[in-house]
């Protein structure tokens, strides 16, 4: 009771004492809350760098489906080509074949 003998200043310790505890409690939840944001901002790099990670796997699997499908296309016009060719020879050499087997191209469509 002798803060109650001295002048009745007992108020402006504990006042002194709430705000010493409120600011060391508003000190830790800010250290804190910045310590979950720099791990989040970590994690959001890992998510980021990841997402890149898959995304690069993911363009380079399908030029490799383009690249394939544009072999096959490239092949598959090199021989209808030779068969067009093949085509255009009996026209000039040998026409009645051509009529035989252009009748029997168009009846297989």
Same mark, same amino acid.
């Given at each position: /009771?002798?803060?109650?003998?001295? $002048?009745?200043?007992?108020?402006?310790?504990?006042?002194? @004492?709430? @705000?010493?505890?409120?600011?060391?409690?508003? =000190?830790? /939840?800010? $250290?804190?809350?910045?310590?979950? %944001? +720099?791990? #989040? &901002?970590?994690?959001?790099? %890992?998510?980021?760098? &990841? +997402? &890149?990670?898959?995304?690069?796997? =993911?363009?380079?699997? #399908? %030029? +490799?489906? !383009?690249?394939? @499908?544009?072999?096959?296309?490239? =092949?598959?016009?090199?021989? $209808?080509?030779?068969?067009? /060719?093949? #085509?255009?020879? #009996?026209?000039?050499?040998?026409? $009645?074949?051509?009529? !035989?087997?252009? %009748?029997?191209?168009?009846?297989?469509?």
């Amino acid at each position: /009771m002798s803060l109650l003998n001295k $002048n009745g200043l007992w108020w402006l310790s504990i006042t002194l @004492i709430s @705000i010493s505890i409120l600011s060391l409690s508003t =000190t830790i /939840m800010w $250290n804190e809350t910045k310590k979950e %944001n +720099r791990e #989040l &901002q970590v994690q959001l790099k %890992n998510l980021t760098s &990841q +997402r &890149q990670i898959n995304d690069s796997l =993911t363009i380079d699997s #399908l %030029n +490799r489906v !383009v690249d394939s @499908i544009q072999t096959d296309l490239f =092949t598959s016009q090199t021989i $209808n080509g030779k068969y067009e /060719m093949g #085509l255009h020879f #009996l026209l000039e050499r040998k026409p $009645n074949e051509y009529l !035989v087997i252009k %009748n029997y191209i168009d009846n297989l469509e």
